[in-house]
């Protein structure tokens, strides 16, 4: 059975410990994908220590794992300090809700985090499509 994809989720995010990555686990195992499989969705390379993210699906527990990175009901361009364990982590997180129509970008830097969501008309118009 096919499936329309309501959530996408791109990003890489460098400076992710052993240890957050198994703090992260729990979410993306409640993600529901529209592959077979969500092996290919997160991709840790221990080495490395980063998270790639490429996954379109039905559902991601997106309120919760903000939480976990210390985003309780974040303002829209706000910045705020992570959670300890994630203080090392950089990079972007894109998190595209099609049903909502609007983009959720989270910018890692510096041991905070950015906030901002904007329609996706928005973005559109802005790159010229």
Known sequence: MQ???LIKIYGLLSGVSEKAF?????FISEAISTEESLDN???YNKNKQELNCSFEGLYFPFEDFLQELNLTNPKNKN???LNNIFQDVEGRLDYIDI?????TRLIFQNHTIQYSTTPLN?????SGH
């Open 3 to 5: 499936h329309n994809t």
């Open 22 to 26: 198994e703090r992260l686990k729990p």
């Open 41 to 43: 969705s997160f991709t």
């Open 79 to 81: 910045s705020y300090p």
């Open 99 to 103: 049903e909502n129509w609007n983009l």
């Open 122 to 126: 928005n973005i559109l118009a802005y």
